[in-house]
């Protein structure tokens, strides 16, 4: 009876240290932004070889807990079909942290037809920054505002 009361604790204890614990594991968590830098809410991010995924809040953060250590593509997918990729390396313990910025519909169409979209984010950008400045000058134009023109020493 004692002989198979140490075996079974043993065999309790060597389980218990062969098991995996949550301190083993890594999180990976993240904000999604889309072209403007605005939180995307409700955009479903997901780790397909793992089969699991995470709904962004309000704030556009998701989290993953208890991933295994390694390199995982994902994959953030918004209500109407668009779905882009991003890659994250999650450490053994701890916490990695993935921002992703999505592109817009417009820099994605300009990848598809060859492209750079990230040149094609930049110069979305810079052509809104022009048109924010011409509307902003043709309203004082028409206001007939007098501008401040800076003095300048020298």
Same mark, same amino acid.
């Given at each position: 009876?004692? =002989? ?10 060597? $389980? ?34 793992? *089969? ?7 704030? *556009?953060?998701? =989290?993953?807990? *208890? ?5 995982? =593509? ?22 990695? $942290?993935?921002?992703?910025? %999505? ?18 984010? %930049? ?20 206001? =007939? ?8 020493? *020298?």
């Amino acid at each position: 009876m004692i =002989r198979h009361a140490l075996i079974a604790s043993v065999l309790a204890v060597s $389980t218990m240290i062969a098991a995996p614990t949550a301190a083993n594991a890594g999180d990976l968590s993240g904000k999604v932004r889309d072209a403007a830098a605005a939180p995307v809410a409700g955009a479903q991010v997901v780790i397909t070889e793992l *089969g699991v995924s995470a709904i962004t809040d309000a704030e *556009g953060v998701y =989290r993953f807990h *208890g991933l295994d250590a390694g390199k995982y =593509r994902i994959a953030v997918e918004l209500a109407d079909d668009v779905r882009q990729h991003a890659s994250a390396q999650v450490p053994e313990t701890g916490e990695a $942290t993935r921002n992703i910025f %999505l592109y817009s519909s417009a820099a994605l169409d300009h990848a598809r037809s060859g492209i750079n979209p990230v040149e094609a984010l %930049l110069a979305e950008a810079l052509m809104a920054q022009a048109w924010e400045e011409a509307s902003r000058m043709t309203a004082q134009a028409e206001g =007939r505002e007098e501008r401040a023109v800076p003095e300048f020493a *020298g």
